[in-house]
């Protein structure tokens, strides 16, 4: 599987972005997709992850203000993040059957 992340920038706190990730390949089988995030100097650490049905679950520093969806027609996983703190800068990968996106810049300013 190839895996193509975009849509991270610079932002405000408080702003919103929306990250993509496009797959190659049907994702209608894949039973589960996931975003992580690796700040400077820091490990990489979990997101959010989408299942085939559409379960979705968070980490706790993100619930409530990031939102992940897939859209199985355009083999896409989105990362939609609003209210977004200076905390959130990292680079944002999609993981998907073991797989690592390229990785995609966020920057938060306060």
């Known amino acids: 599987v190839q895996l193509q992340a975009s849509g991270g920038g610079l932002v405000q706190a408080g702003g919103s972005l929306r990250l993509s990730c496009a797959i190659s390949?049907?994702?209608?089988?894949?039973?589960?997709m996931s975003w992580y995030r690796q700040a400077p100097g820091k490990q990489r650490d979990f997101v959010a992850v989408?299942?085939?049905?559409?379960?979705?679950n968070y980490a706790d520093s993100v619930k409530g203000r990031f939102t992940i969806s897939r859209d199985n027609a355009k083999s896409t996983v989105y990362l939609q993040m609003n209210s977004l703190k200076s905390e959130d800068t990292a680079v944002y990968y999609c993981?998907?059957?073991?797989?690592w996106g390229q990785g995609t810049q966020v920057t938060v300013s306060s």
């Open positions: 390949g049907s994702i209608f089988d894949i039973p589960a």
């Open positions: 993981f998907v059957r073991s797989t």
């Open positions: 989408i299942t085939s049905g559409g379960n979705t």
